[in-house]
């Protein structure tokens, strides 16, 4: 008997099955019509058509406003928040003072307050922060270029020089404080002011304020981590990715980045954690201002035009 070698795969072991063809079914337009009609919907009056899908490089039609009623203005009674107030005093930003009030480094006519949400009337009323009295000042906003070897953080004791020691007392009396922060080795654009509010805004997440850095690396950044650091890499406090990234004029160590984020050492963090060592890093951008005719550790006050840009979130 002949030994026939069968294919692979499943086969059935009755080999006296007929196999007849299995009839094929017609799925006609007419047949699959008459079995299941679809029904047709009717658009009333009352009942709008859906807009037909825009294709790709259309212009969005604009849809008219409806007609909303407009909530009565609440009666201002000159009272305010007492956060805001310490924040418009050029100490710290409003969530920093929340935290003081907290730990009661604040009264009010010489009783201390730990209440968030407490309002007060700035034209009786007498602030104090940790014994010193606050007073409204004017608003004031400083450009620097920040050199190196100076810290951001004011609150630190244990700092030998700080950013302000290049602030001129006589040109600006007014207390302001750095918006954001640069470690000690970074240089470049940074923002100061006593403007609480506009400072809040800059630095919470939610609005994602672009900022641009140049870095210096130790070694020519790989290809494979180039397309790393734009997919996203998994850092110890979450998941980070860069809005751009670029060979600053095709050296493979000298990139420039632009980044989002405002968590703490963000930039040297991503390269470290490739197996890079960051020798420079210079912020050159930071919401829409930059550094130019600008000398390392020189400042000057921002124009009217620059402070508008900035209030009305103009900056990108």
């Not at 059935?12 to 008459?34: A, C, F, G, L």
């Not at 107030?85 to 604040?106: H, P």
């Not at 040109?171 to 609480?196: F, H, W």
């Not at 390269?271 to 005719?293: C, I, M, Q, S």
Request: hydrophobic content about 30%; glycine content about 8%.
């Amino acid at each position: 008997m002949e030994n026939k070698k069968r294919p692979y795969g499943r086969r059935s072991t009755d080999e006296n099955r007929q196999t007849s063809p299995k009839p094929r079914r017609s799925y006609s337009r007419t047949e699959k019509t008459e079995e299941h009609p679809k029904p047709r919907r009717s658009y009333g009056k009352t009942e709008e058509r859906p807009a037909p899908r825009r294709r790709y490089g259309e212009e969005k039609p604009v849809q008219p406003r409806k007609a909303t009623t407009r909530k009565k203005p609440v009666e201002d009674d000159g009272l305010v928040r007492l956060n805001k107030f310490i924040a418009n005093s050029g100490i710290c930003s409003r969530r920093e003072a929340d935290t003081y009030i907290q730990t009661g480094l604040v009264s009010v006519n010489g009783v201390r307050v730990t209440e968030l949400g407490t309002k007060i009337d700035p034209a009786k009323d007498e602030v104090r922060f940790d014994g010193e009295r606050l007073k409204g000042e004017k608003k004031v906003y400083v450009l620097m270029n920040k050199p190196k070897d100076f810290v951001t953080t004011l609150a630190d004791p244990h700092a030998e020089r700080t950013v302000m020691d290049l602030i001129s007392k006589s040109r600006c009396p007014e207390r302001i404080y750095p918006v954001g922060r640069l470690d000690k080795a970074t240089t470049g654009v940074l923002l100061l002011t006593n403007d609480g509010d506009l400072a809040e805004k800059l630095t919470h997440p939610s609005h994602g304020v672009r900022k641009i850095y140049q870095a210096t690396l130790d070694k020519n950044l790989k290809t494979e981590d180039f397309d790393k650091i734009l997919d996203g890499i998994e850092l110890e406090d979450g998941p980070i990715a860069a809005d751009a990234l670029s060979y600053v004029e095709g050296v493979k160590n000298e990139i420039g980045l632009e980044i989002h984020s405002g968590r703490n050492r963000i930039v040297r963090r991503i390269f470290e954690h490739l197996g890079y060592k960051v020798k420079k890093l210079d912020r050159v951008y930071f919401a829409g201002l930059t550094k130019k005719n600008l000398r390392r550790g020189a400042w000057r006050f921002l124009d009217d035009k620059e402070v508008g840009l900035l209030k009305m979130g103009a900056f990108e």
